[in-house]
């Protein structure tokens, strides 16, 4: 059979434009086996493996396409932009300025300039390039969130917000720049009065109400004490946001819930007992917790449940759970037939105010000989149990979580204060607690 290069060529090309990433990758690597120098075929995969996050190879399909075609803008805007995203922003600048220097009101590359700025904290010359771009690409939403980033650590806290929420307007309401806009309210919002931001809420209110995401934030900006639980689709367009920088972000802010599970799982349960038992992960995230779980010993079986879609797919490239599960915490309990020996939970109690209800299920879901070992984040602000706080994340009395334990069938083997992570330089405080069934 002859092979028709040129029409595999346009079908794998035609197939990564709908978005049919997997097969267009598998046909690329098929017609570069006959026809190695394929030069759009190649550029195809460097594009694909880009997408993929999986940027060594970007770069390697990129140098081939460089190395066949020769030098030109183009293949220096892949170059420029793969090195910026493995935070090699010497080699990232060296290409934006080689297409700056034939180009210099090249968008593509004075945004890239402006992103490697921001990402190095040099506020001051990312400033200079956006409002220069605001003149050459004034209607991209992206050129005024950077500004509002730049503004807010550079102290210009109503250029930033003001800034925010022309990136709204301007993508008409992208979630993106929603998320932007209440992570600006609410950080303005610690330093000055709820009365300085509450005009900027109502506006976006009024406007936006309708979005999860700004619902949640105006509720929590505002502190709404009607609220008992987080909103499910305001999570799941959060945490889908955050996923693929989550690990790394997480990092930054010294976060060893994972690791503090961890040692309580170490004092408790033998590496022999943990490797016959079933472990439920609840909110496993990106599976932080199931790592340090399987760094000591695999169990027999590890199930993770989150929400998050985007946060799963990070999860499952671990390697470390038997199934992971897309649902709501407390949807998966009520349905789910089977036991668990171990019950996990980092951080996610911090998205329910009211734990009722979701430890009732818990209770009903381990087994009679299980454990159940979870974080919560103190209540430091006021005496009610709970308390919803303006980052919208809940923080619970002691107390409160000890009743509500007991009121469900369960005692508190141990409990112990610890610092969790820190939040704006400052020390979140909470607590490990380690729960059996009553007997
Ligand atoms: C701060 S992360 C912690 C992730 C992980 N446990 C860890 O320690 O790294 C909280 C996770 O809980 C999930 N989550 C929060 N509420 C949830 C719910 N009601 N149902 C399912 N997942 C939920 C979120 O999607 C998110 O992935």
Redesign the pocket.
Known sequence: MILDIDNLSKRALELYKKQKYVDSKQLSLDILETNSKNISVILNLGNIYFLEEDYKKALEYYRRVQKLSGDDIYIWGNLANTYLQMKKYFRATHYCWKILKQDPENVFALNLQAQIHLEQENYGDAILILEHLKALDPLNPWVYNNLSQAFFYTGKTLEALDMAWTAVELSSGEDCHHINLGYTLYEIGLEKTIGFIKPYIEKWEQKYGDNPIVKYFADSLKGNTEII??D?EY??K??DSF?SG??ES?AKLD?S??KK?LQNIKKNISKKSLKMMRVL?????????GKFLSGYAKPHILTG????EK?LEVAKEKNVYNQLIC??????LQHSKNFSDLI?????F???GDLFS?FKQISKHLDSHGHFIF?VTENQHNDSPWFLHSSGRFQHKEEYVKNTLEKCGLKVEENQHEILRTEAGKKVWGYIFIASKIK
Do not use: H, Q, R, W
């Open positions: 639980k987080t499910t999570l799941k959060i945490f996923a989550f690990d997480l976060y819930v994972p599970i992960d609840l909110g496993c995230g990106t599976g932080l917790c449940v989150d929400l998050s946060m649902e709501d915490i407390e949807t998966y996990i939970a980092g951080d996610v911090t998205y329910f979701v974080s």
